[in-house]
């Protein structure tokens, strides 16, 4: 028998899918509403409502788990959820008087709804150490460990503007950008084991990988291998993807890095990337508290200083940099300074300063 | 009866707290007597415990795929398979959502049964590439997870060098701000090209991402390569009533506080019968009035779309954001979208040709310059595209009458189209 082969249907069609009145009213909603933390109430133009219910969720679920979510939406919604890009689990009902059983339900499940407006709402983050071949921690353990303890944060709304915090298992950051993110910065170049380079490594791609050429073939041991530049080395970990032998997690140097201020929205500023705020924290699995402890210290702050609507960006932005720093407590060292191509745009190249 | 699970007093530490725990969830796959997975969810928690002890991972790549296809299936081969044989193969099918990530649960518990026959049970709704992640299952077994998702009308994503799994936002379908048809366009590019994502061979990743408004639900501008950015030309609708109501409500300080004086270009202000003074002319479409009045503010009626071009995270020459290439096109006809995914594919041949081993767009754009992409694509120059002119002399512009010439004839043309 000729084997099977796949029909190529790349991204199915979502209306067989979609709640009916969503389907009715599909490009036809006029404005929403948020009655309660973790409620959406949208009205179309044709005059119908939908309400949504949005629920944590921690993103990769076992079957019991996610069964027990559809009996939840057979039960108490009407069978239709939809999921956000930072794993939430939305609930559509037709009628209010299905929303407060519903999120009870949930809650009672152990499910927090929330995570909508001025809240923190899910970590954005990449696998880690159950699933990656390349990380220097377990993202989903530094959500749940954090998670734990924003909680109230994710089931109410007040917060000045909504937060989006993510999560890397290292420097490529599938995580992306976040008011706040925290990342796996190692500080040791790779750790080289020179028998393997030769027989696992294409070692052309490997040298072009490096953003700073520290990389250059090499013989070591009569065998064909890679050597480093210890001193060029930015420690970026661009090399160990193509090439494992060059190991660049560590179990005490791989530290982890606090960003802030990314933003992808357009509203009021231009999109801004996150800028490091604090690095050399410890990797310190199962509760991550060192980590925890700064990024509550940044919301608090946050919370207290800035005015509604701004997001993070658009604080520090209003108050400067230095003040970020006093607030915050945190550290300012040569190494928040860029040097990085294109850095000249980061200096303040002017007298605004605050005293 | 099963082997006995290992002592994981690390991971067991991620059990309390109120956020839901995925260690809770192996931990119950690990214990489901009888089924296929449990001896794999096992020794996966022994791994993982490993891993929290070591601060180290376990897992390398290989060589799985499915027939006819050449990536999608992220393959894991544990290097601690004899500590832990049972989950010694662990790989992952990345599986396309329908846009919009709309699901009934018949069809979440359809794949849940898939998912436990072929693979471990666990199920990541989604991975930050937009997939479905069905988690761990062993080399035979992906095959056989694949056909069945593949009958139920479910095709693989894309991993490596090649287009991958694209995102748009909930949009039209729950969105009162939805400028475009999100699953439309993004079904019209990722489906134009799934043969450079089942097959991949271009110099590195391309995604599309698509949001319906500025708000950029789906971070497009940021982590896409071709993002599409739903926005509009006319006038924004204000509900003066509405309006009223808002600052009775409100009171004027918070709006000239939250509203007035937050947008970037100052096309706001608050008339002093308390209705809204826009000019229209002067705002950006950056979203935030209607944000905050969602009742009284809406976006206008002649919508379409902007196209950015370009963003990716550090790797390698640092992070870079989209940068306008197609400042707005309507999409309405079947012309228009024709047009779009014209633009897609001169882009990804361009990216062919052009790029070099594991360089993305962005990075490509930097290295040659925009004029010289745009050249490739077939693209006009627009002062929209640029925050501000050249700073620097170092410029030859001999050919300058030719190009004024250009820009004087578009111009022309243009005029006359709109007449
Ligand atoms: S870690 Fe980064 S800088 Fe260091 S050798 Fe590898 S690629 Fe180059
Ligand atoms: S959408 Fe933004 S730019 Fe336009 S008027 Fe409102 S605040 Fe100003």
Known sequence: MPPRMPIESGVPDPFQYMHPIMVRNYGAWKHHERPRPGVLCHTSKNGEQIWTIRAGTQRQMDVYTIRKLC??????????????????????????????????????????????????????????????????????????????????????????????????????????????????????????????????????????????????????????????DEKKCICCGACYPPCPPMQINDPEHSKLAIWVGGNHSNARSKPSFQKLVAAGIPNNPPRWPEAAAIVKKILRVYKEDARDWERLSDWVARIGWP?????????????????????????????HIRF | MSKPLHNTPMLDQLEGGPWPSFITGIKRLATDEGKSYQPMMIDLLGQLEHSYQTRKGYWKGGTIGVIGYGGGVIPRFSEVASQFPASKEFHTLRIQPPAGMHYNTALIRQLCDVWEKHGSGLIAFHGQSGDIMFQGTTSDNVQSAFDELNEMGFDLGGAGPAVRTGMSCVGAARCEQSCA????????????????????????????????????????????????????????????????????KKSRKYVIDNVISRCPTHALSLNDDDSLAVDNRNCVRCMHCINVMTKALSVGDDKGITVLMGGKRTLKIGDLMGTVIIPFMKLETQADYDRLRGIAEATIEFFAENALEHERTGEMIERIGLVNFLEGIGVDVDPNMISEPRQCSYVRTDTWDEEAEKWFTRKAEQQAAAT
Request: hydrophobic share 35%.
């Open chain 1, 71 to 228: 009996d939840i939406a057979d039960q108490y919604a009407e069978g239709y959820v939809r999921f956000t890009i930072r794993s939430n689990i939305e609930f559509m009902v037709s009628q209010e008087s299905k929303v407060a059983p519903l999120i009870d339900k949930l809650t009672q499940e152990g499910f927090p709804v929330g995570g909508t407006g001025p809240s923190v709402s899910m970590i954005a983050h990449t696998q880690g150490w159950l699933h990656c071949d390349i990380p220097g921690t377990d993202a989903s353990g530094v959500v749940k460990a954090l998670m734990d303890e924003l909680y109230e944060e994710f089931i109410r709304e007040d917060m000045p503007n909504r937060v989006h915090i993510t999560t890397s298992c290292c420097q490529i950051n599938c995580g992306g950008q976040g008011d706040i993110a925290i990342n796996i910065q190692h500080t040791k170049p790779p750790k080289i084991n020179h028998d393997l380079v030769a027989n696992v490594c294409e070692r052309p791609s490997v040298v072009a990988r490096c953003p700073v050429a520290a990389i250059r073939p090499a013989l070591v041991n009569g065998k064909p291998s890679l050597e480093v």
């Open chain 2, 181 to 248: 048809n999100e699953q439309k366009v993004l079904r019209t590019l990722v489906n134009n090209f799934l043969d450079d994502m089942h097959r991949p061979a271009l110099p590195y990743k391309f995604k599309f991402k698509v949001s319906g408004c500025p708000n950029d639900c789906m971070n497009s501008i940021e982590r896409a390569d071709m993002a599409i950015i739903g926005t509009w030309r006319d006038d924004m609708k204000v509900d003066q009533a509405e309006v009223k109501t808002f600052v009775s």
């Open chain 1, 323 to 351: 003040r970020f720093f006093e607030l915050t407590e945190l550290p300012f060292t040569k190494f928040h300074i860029d040097n990085w191509r294109g850095a000249r745009r980061s200096l303040n190249a002017s007298t």
